[in-house]
């Protein structure tokens, strides 16, 4: 009797050995297709981050490009517009001086005039001449202390920005190209030309 309860029992045992292995078995293959699925899931996380990241990067870069592109240019609208200002604060009397010259080269044709011709001796004629040598003066001194200068290139070498050739005179004993008669002085402002001198051209072999 008891050996058949031992039959019996280790019978049993050894079916719930068999089942719970199993069982085990099961559950490790289910853990392991778990385990495989979320490492997939994962490596797909870990693509998607990067790919997330990579975009992001050369969004990044593409806006950090212009707000470099935009400093670039208000500074070099800074720096146009403050050379227009200082353009303006020093031509700003470019128009008034290519008129004022005028009189000033007329001033100057009376006074030329004059010269080598004995006037007789009277006071108010002499008054007068004395009075336009003084407007030519300080005429002279209104222009430099506003930047215009006046230049007279005789003997100089014809230069196109600075002269405009009237005539070219024959001579033999010259070098072609050389400012040899001034009719009419030129003058510029600062660094700009008002008006360029009006010159003869000498005309060599």
């Not at 008129?99 to 005039?113: H, T």
């Not at 003066?137 to 230049?151: C, S």
């Not at 007279?152 to 004993?173: C, L, N, Q, R, W």
């Amino acid at each position: 009797m008891d050996t058949s309860k031992n039959k019996s029992n280790k019978s049993n045992k050894s079916n719930n050995e068999e089942i719970l292995s199993e069982d085990f078995i099961e559950k490790d293959e289910v853990y392991i297709e778990t385990q495989d699925s979320s490492d997939e899931n994962l490596d797909t996380d870990v693509k998607d981050f990067v790919n997330i990241f990579d975009e992001l990067k050369v969004e990044l870069d593409e806006a950090n490009d212009r707000i470099l592109r935009m400093a670039a240019e208000m500074e070099n609208l800074r720096k146009r517009a403050l050379k227009e200002k200082e353009d303006a604060s020093k031509y700003s009397i470019s128009k008034f001086s290519r008129e004022i010259i005028i009189v000033s080269d007329n001033i100057e044709r009376a006074l030329n005039s004059i010269q080598g011709i004995e006037l007789p001796e009277n006071e108010a004629i002499s008054n007068l001449i004395t009075g336009i040598e003084i407007t030519s003066r300080e005429l002279q001194q209104v222009f430099t202390r506003h930047g215009i200068e006046r230049f007279d290139p005789s003997g100089e070498k014809f230069d196109p920005v600075y002269h405009e050739a009237m005539f070219e005179i024959p001579d033999e004993t010259a070098e072609t190209g050389i400012v040899v008669q001034v009719l009419e002085p030129g003058y510029k402002i600062k660094d700009r030309i008002l008006r360029p001198a009006r010159v003869g051209v000498s005309k060599g072999k």
